[in-house]
């Protein structure tokens, strides 16, 4: 099993990034999986960012990032997404992608970092 995050990297703020989270080897289909977003930046704890249902159907956000984070998934290519504009400082962390089935299965990659710096 493997969740693999890419697009991370440094920007400047209010610039922007979208990550993602391929996901590969799940015992059962993608689209069975409540995927979401963590971050945990320096000296702190790892907090929930996004989430999103199996079918897109309902997502949460963290209030620090609602109305400038997106999360959406495409079970095609077994992926989600976490699209983040007006990016600040504060938003510089290294960014997670967590896949949960139930309280069975729980799945984690390995992490991006993101800096927003000028």
């Known amino acids: 099993v493997q969740l693999v995050e890419s697009g991370g990297g440094l920007v400047q703020p209010g610039g922007s990034l979208r990550l993602s989270c391929a996901a590969s080897?799940?015992?059962?289909?993608?689209?069975?999986?409540?995927m979401s977003w963590y971050r945990q930046a320096p000296g702190k704890e790892r907090e929930l960012v996004a989430r999103v249902t199996t079918f897109s159907s309902s997502a949460i956000y963290a209030d620090s990032v609602k109305g400038r984070f997106t999360i959406s998934r495409d079970n095609a290519k077994n992926t989600v997404y976490l699209q983040m504009n007006s990016l600040k400082p504060e938003d510089t962390a290294v960014y997670y992608c967590?896949?949960?089935?139930?309280?069975?299965?729980?799945?984690w990659g390995q992490g991006a970092q993101v800096t927003v710096s000028s």
């Open positions: 967590r896949a949960q089935w139930g309280s069975q299965i729980d799945y």
């Open positions: 080897g799940f015992t059962l289909t993608f689209s069975s999986y409540i």
